[in-house]
């Protein structure tokens, strides 16, 4: 059922509270993660390999967001070296090609099959952890020995048994989980900076 508000800025207040709640129980229920997905992150770049991201819809813009962190910067007053990492939705002729010839669904793990080598990090973005195209994904990815990582909502739908590593929002709203992923992402992506300098690596 959805919720009535008596005034726009009742809803305002509510959606922000609700996203303030789900952050707060994020970070109560996946320090550890949070601590261990950026060394496995930080490890794999420190050996010479890569991240890949992906995701559908605005999980695709996080994919594309975290990726930038790690291509460019994250953090305006530390310059360093450019870290390898791949958005698979930034392809727009392969991704139309693979679902004309093939299917929308097979997309992420033909790239993936492609693209990656042992030591390289999936790095896969669901708030339902349903989507066909993610699961084919990770599964690519096992298959390969590449250490996945997802960034989940609700209970982790299918996804969760393929991630080896994940952060699970305790929530099963959309919008509030991907405003926790994109929170999360960011803490992530300055850990992996900080172990990244105390190695001297960049």
Not at 32 to 57: F, H, M, P, R, V
Not at 99 to 119: Q, V
Not at 134 to 143: E, G, P, S, T, Y
Not at 190 to 197: F, R, S, T
């Amino acid at each position: 059922m959805q919720k009535k508000y008596n005034t726009p800025e009742s809803k305002i207040k509510t959606l922000f509270n609700e996203s303030i709640d789900v952050k707060k129980g994020t970070l109560e229920n996946c320090i550890d993660e949070i601590i261990q997905i950026s060394e496995s992150i930080a490890t794999s770049l420190y050996n010479g390999n890569k991240i890949l991201l992906c995701g559908n819809g605005g999980s695709a813009s996080d994919a594309q967001h975290l990726a930038a962190e790690l291509l460019v910067r994250l953090r305006s007053n530390i310059n360093r070296k450019s870290l390898p990492a791949i958005a698979l939705t930034m392809d727009t002729s392969s991704l139309t090609a693979s679902g004309n010839d093939y299917s929308f669904e097979e997309y992420y793990s033909r790239i993936i099959e492609a693209l990656s080598k042992p030591g390289d990090l999936l790095i896969a973005i669901t708030t339902s952890g349903k989507s066909i195209n993610i699961i084919n994904a990770l599964k690519m990815a096992k298959k390969l020995d590449i250490t996945t990582i997802g960034l989940l909502g609700g209970t982790g739908g299918d996804a969760y048994s393929l991630c080896d590593l994940k952060i699970l929002v305790p929530s099963n709203t959309t919008g509030r989980i991907q405003e926790a992923h994109i929170t999360t992402g960011h803490c992530i992506m300055e850990l992996v900076e900080d172990i990244l300098l105390s190695k001297g690596y960049i």
